[in-house]
């Protein structure tokens, strides 16, 4: 055996192919060498609590360059690595510039020099410019394309055109490369959000379910037409469940996410004024939620993400409480898997829910050496006790502002230690270890 940093962990709860077995793990620098029923004394021993893949989640917005007051890749990749996250991938916007062409997305990677304390991949955008740019940022590494059918509420990343994503999709297709899409139809009816501006069911009501099902119809309807991979994002609708279950089933290559919020939030309990829980589409009702659990059940629903959006409190209007004011988006990423689980361990097993934060995201980004725990296989886990609770204080939160919608509420599910590629960056409450993190690039992913 040739030299090399050795490190054994162990646990009696190591998730390994589908099941929990008691498994030493030995790393070699960044990869798994071993997986083995013994348990070894020289094993940093874990007990009781669960070993299981990094988590991936697929829906990140960093903000660097450009926006790092309201956050950027170390404060992002920290509070990943405190939730048990090993890689991330990163929105087009909201950064300035927006990563639409090759020129943008060199400076986006320039940004993460030195602060990447988890893996992080990248989206590319397109706003219906020269297929050109598109073809550029792929080469350069970008793992997809990313669209809105609606106002994305920055001037410097407007909506495509139906025609335009009709272009796109058949060009995509043919490099074998993912659309995503904010799946919104804002052209359609919907009552304004005026009168109470504090009023979160006003809010609620001008963003109706209609605008969702439309959009994702147009979609899905073009990934058809062209054979194109379509990823919807952050779907909140469960009205729209049925049509996508049965494009999937025809064979349409669509993939879905929904986000932690939509899981743990529902729309009675949002108090009017608390702007911290706005965005896009907006968080609904009881019966919408357990929708959108039936269809994680169903498998419609392929895994979940956080859709992190941070903002500055001012822009958030925390003082206002004005919904039409406040920028959209949830500040969440640290706690992706506490807020999702304490919502589902109601309806799925540990087993059963593990794989909507690793295998599964892992796969659809075609990260082979990563989300399960296999030989061969980066060393990447989350290390967590799911039947522990904690309560969310501003002292644990590490986003640059502390302003999220999950302060003071009761989670299950306590994040342990954190290990990136072989090192152990966070662990007990401390990140021990920092830039640990890789780039996750399209050219080299499937060997990431």
């Not at 070993?51 to 950027?72: F, K, L, Q, S, Y």
């Not at 406040?326 to 706690?335: E, N, S």
């Not at 644990?396 to 009761?410: D, F, G, T």
Request: aromatic share 8%.
């Amino acid at each position: 055996m040739t030299e090399g940093k050795i490190t054994k962990i162990f646990s009696d709860r190591v998730y390994y192919r589908g099941d929990f077995c008691c498994k030493t793990i030995t790393i070699k620098d960044d990869t798994i060498i071993d997986i083995s029923d013994d348990i070894d004394p020289e094993a940093i021993d874990y007990a009781l609590s669960i070993i299981m893949p990094g988590i991936v989640d697929t829906h990140v917005h960093i903000n660097e360059p450009g926006r790092t007051a309201w956050e950027g890749f170390k404060t992002a990749t920290t509070a990943a690595a405190f939730g048990g996250i090993t890689t991330i991938v990163d929105m087009p916007l909201n950064s300035s510039p927006v990563t639409i062409n090759k020129e943008n997305f060199q400076k986006k990677i320039e940004a993460t020099k030195g602060k990447l304390n988890v893996n992080c991949g990248f989206w590319g955008g397109s706003i219906g410019q020269d297929l050109s740019d598109i073809d550029d940022l792929l080469k350069a590494g970008c793992l997809g394309i990313k669209v809105f059918i609606s106002d994305s509420g920055l001037e410097e990343f407007p909506n495509i055109s139906i025609d335009d994503l009709d272009t796109l999709m058949e060009h995509c297709a043919k490099k074998d490369a993912i659309v995503l899409a904010h799946c919104e139809l804002d052209t359609l009816d919907a009552p304004k959000c005026n009168g109470n501006l504090s009023s979160y069911q006003n809010y609620l009501n001008s963003r109706p379910k209609e605008w969702e099902n439309e959009a994702v119809k147009i979609f899905t309807n073009l990934s058809e037409k062209h054979n194109c991979k379509a990823h919807i994002v952050h779907l909140a609708s469960d009205e729209i469940i049925p049509w996508i279950q049965q494009k999937q089933n025809q064979g349409t290559p669509i993939t879905v996410e929904t986000c932690a919020h939509y899981i743990y939030f529902e729309a009675s309990k949002i108090k009017d004024g608390n702007t911290l829980l706005k965005c896009a589409p907006p968080i609904r009702d009881e019966k919408n939620r357990r929708g959108l659990v039936n269809g994680i059940k169903k498998n419609v629903i392929d895994f979940i993400t956080t859709d992190h959006s941070p903002a500055p409190p001012n822009l958030k209007e925390t003082i206002s409480g004005d919904f039409s004011k406040a920028w959209g988006g949830i500040a969440g990423l640290q706690f992706l898997l506490p807020a999702s689980w304490t919502y589902l361990k109601g309806d799925l097993t540990p087993e059963e829910f593990i794989p909507l934060l690793t295998s599964r995201p892992a796969n659809f980004l075609h990260l082979q050496k990563r989300g399960s725990i296999e030989i061969g296989n980066k060393a990447d886990f989350c290390i967590w006790d799911p039947e522990e609770e904690f309560i969310v204080t501003e002292d644990i939160i590490q986003h640059k502002h502390k302003a999220s919608p999950y302060l003071n509420e009761k989670l299950f599910g306590t994040i342990t230690a954190t290990y990136v590629n072989g090192v152990c960056v966070y662990e007990n409450g401390k990140l021990i270890e920092s830039n640990k993190g890789e780039l996750i690039l399209r050219s080299n992913n499937e060997d990431a």
